[in-house]
């Protein structure tokens, strides 16, 4: 353990968690795809946790099918205000996104009591609405991706891009494994880890990657 | 891994949750405080990892003094939104408490600048003009426990408890080792781990577990 302060300017920071990370990634035996080797990293950046290298499941060219839909102006609809919280907002604005968290609207609620459906039918139903490609980030409830997965089945409703890292014991391994076995293009965090700041982190790579 | 899908009652998940923890803590061999267990569980459920069980550092009767504050009116402050987002401000609010996240203030921001020092000076004077105790909850800066450390130290400004668990590769566990040296009530993780989810789940375990 590391218990001397040095002094890294604060611009420096993040440089340099990258460098210690990769370094750590190659002693393990480690190399990642290239292209992926940026959310990947950015992911043990935001949790320390060396295990995403492993656990981390992109679908084919899934990075640069969620920059190029980020790039044409894509949302993102995130199902908790943790996720929301922690995207690069201004970011996103320069391609014309924005960031959603209709689970957490309090007229969600409201409409999904009235109506006697869940949350999650609503969320979607205003997802649908917007009418552009939405990339669907779910770091917290299994239950958004197993809606998410009946609606895709029955035809209503279809995202263009599905990250899907709820974090938990009951039925998540099960509901992750749902979106990897679906045609929708996804990036998916398998086993039981993930969590807002790991869908907030994989969104963030996906925008700070994309150069002109 | 379990890849079948198990009809659970919304409202009985996280009961369910927090048995499969505690029956894999046991298997683990590993016996938590009875005091400290609803905390640590918390984060373990929030995170998937039961590398916490190991790692976080509760000072003296921290979980009993942490409540107290709260049960008596204690407001927290945060290094980031995603924390604030992730702590129930509702139920926190039926104690008197409120939730700050003075270093993503855009005037906090304004207010560094124009006097040539760091948003975490203006965050902590700001904390002390609130005139009443403090819980800080850092989950994401290494620079603002230093920065806390070093007001103690001046005897600028002392919070009344500290939740230390930034993330990260530099300056992360040598900033968690001031606080656990500090004669400040304090729950840290020891190393690299942590993170603003954790930081909420801990401020909600605080919150949940008051009972008058």
Do not use: W
């Not at 604060?10 to 002693?27: A, H, N, T, V, Y």
């Not at 490609?133 to 779910?138: D, K, Q, R, S």
């Not at 409830?141 to 609606?151: C, V, Y």
């Amino acid at each position: 353990m590391n218990t001397q302060i040095e002094y890294v300017r604060p611009d420096e920071i993040e440089k340099r968690s990258f460098e210690i990370i990769g370094r750590e990634l190659e002693q393990r035996g480690i190399v990642l795809d290239a292209v992926q080797e940026p959310v990947t990293k950015r992911v043990i950046h935001t949790t320390a946790d060396f295990d995403y290298a492993d656990t981390l499941v992109y679908s084919e060219n899934a990075v640069e099918k969620a920059r190029n839909l980020i790039k044409n102006g894509a949302h993102i609809v995130t199902d908790t205000n943790m996720a929301k919280a922690g995207i690069n907002k201004k970011r996103l604005a320069g391609y014309g996104g924005e960031v959603h968290c209709f689970m957490a609207d309090e007229d969600v609620a409201a409409e999904a009591k009235s109506r006697g459906v869940t949350r999650a039918t609503v969320s979607m139903e205003r997802a649908a609405a917007l009418h552009r490609p939405v990339i669907f980030a779910i770091g917290n409830a299994p239950t958004a991706l197993i809606s998410l997965h009946e609606m895709m089945q029955e035809g209503v409703f279809t995202p263009a891009f599905i990250i899907g890292v709820p974090v938990g014991f009951v039925n998540v391994e099960a509901a992750k494994e749902l979106i990897i076995q679906s045609d929708v293009p996804h990036i998916v965090n398998r086993g039981r880890k993930g969590g807002s700041n790991v869908a907030a982190a994989i969104c963030n790579a996906l925008v700070y990657g994309i150069h002109y």
